[in-house]
């Protein structure tokens, strides 16, 4: 359950073509699942 917020913060991310960081900045309202997306988007690492 849930889990439908989050995809939909990615795909609005990517409709935009928005860097990562664009996400990782972002303000959540609580409580919501899309809340971790930012904690979650610092993490990422380049793939090359």
């Known amino acids: 359950p ?3 917020e989050a995809i939909h913060c990615v795909l609005d ?3 935009a073509k928005a ?3 664009t996400l990782a900045r972002a303000t959540h309202i609580h409580p919501n699942v899309s ?3 930012p904690t ?3 993490e990422l690492k ?3």
């Open 35 to 37: 809340e971790l997306l």
């Open 13 to 15: 991310l990517m409709y």
């Open 19 to 21: 860097p990562v960081s």
């Open 2 to 4: 849930g889990g439908d």
């Open 40 to 42: 979650i988007a610092q």
């Open 46 to 48: 380049p793939l090359a």
